[in-house]
């Protein structure tokens, strides 16, 4: 059974940048659906069952044609915001160090360019989505993935992301999501997401 995991961070750690009633909202209603209709949707499939929700993802066009727009949706949702409560944090913000500055650069020129183009593939994203920074073939590359598919399912690893489905901004933000995106940046544990980028690098 897969279970919804702890906010590491108390509801209001990212204010004023993300209200505490959208993390409680987000965390303990969103997500939890979207493990709860995972479980669901495998309960009859015991070896599938047995596989890590990475796994599941990657090979997600070998799920049974019958389940597989339900795990699509509900094993990506919760593996997209496990990953997201963990790249955020209190006291976040600022830039990149070490090998995955080095690999930013390399890839975008700059931090600022990274930014940009992260921000406007977000913006841009049309309906629900996320915005990711993946690495694929030793390489950093900004995609923008609808509804809730994982970046795992093309074969990337997902390094950081950010949610645009309007549950995660609209209390305090509304209709302006530049200006929610302006302020998640400010929420960056960028600690965790050069510790992903080390793994991805093997």
Known sequence: MHELPQLPYAFDALEPHIDAQTMQIHHDKHHATYVTKLNDALKDQPDLQKKSLEDLLRGINEVPETIRTAVKNHGGGHHNHS???QVMGPNGGGTP??????AIFQAFGDFRAFKEKLTNTATNLFGS???WLVARDGKLDVIGKPNQDSPLMDGATPLLGVDVWE???YLKYQNRRPDYLSAWWNTINWKDVEQRFQRARG
């Open 83 to 85: 990953l997201f409560w």
């Open 97 to 102: 160090s070490g090998p995955l500055s080095d």
């Open 129 to 131: 989505g996320w915005g």
């Open 167 to 169: 549950h995660a901004y």
